[in-house]
């Protein structure tokens, strides 16, 4: 089950910002202190989490935004245990939908550069520019028309 949902100051935002720590601070060694930035509280931004059916907790996140003609996808989280399951796929898949049903005409996403062939198999492309670094981490800007 895949929750959509808009306010930052809910319960439900805590347990995105354990998961954003787990993945991003914790394993991928990001700083801390980036792992929240200025699009969460931005009034166009969705936050998705992914609860586990069986076990009804939290495995992924990702963030939707309202970008340039259309929305971005941010901060997607997938616990490791869940990796190779289809949670990643499961959890775009939905804010890509999400993002349709808001009209967005391309959707965005920084794509960390190990997972730019999982972006690609789910139809975004580079968009041309160059490579940037957010919380510490190299991404490359994609897009999905």
Do not use: W
Not at 52 to 72: F, H, I, N, Q
Not at 84 to 97: A, D, H, I, P, S
Not at 117 to 132: Q, V
């Amino acid at each position: 089950m895949i929750i959509l949902f808009e306010d930052y100051k809910t319960e439900m935002f805590d347990t995105v910002m354990a998961l954003r720590q787990a993945v991003f601070v914790d394993e991928q060694g990001a700083d801390s202190s980036a792992v929240a930035d200025e699009f969460d509280k931005l009034p166009s931004t969705r936050f998705a989490l992914n609860i586990d059916s069986d076990t009804k907790c939290a495995v992924a996140t990702g963030r939707l935004t309202e970008y340039k003609d259309g929305c971005k996808l941010g901060r997607i989280a997938v616990l490791p245990s869940e990796r190779g399951k289809g949670t990643g796929k499961k959890t775009v898949e939905f804010l890509c939908r999400a993002a349709e049903d808001m009209g967005a005409g391309h959707i965005y996403v920084n794509a960390q550069l190990h997972a730019v062939p999982f972006y690609e198999k789910l139809g975004f492309k580079p968009t041309g520019e160059d490579e940037i670094t957010d919380i510490g981490i190299t991404h490359l800007p994609m897009v999905k028309e």
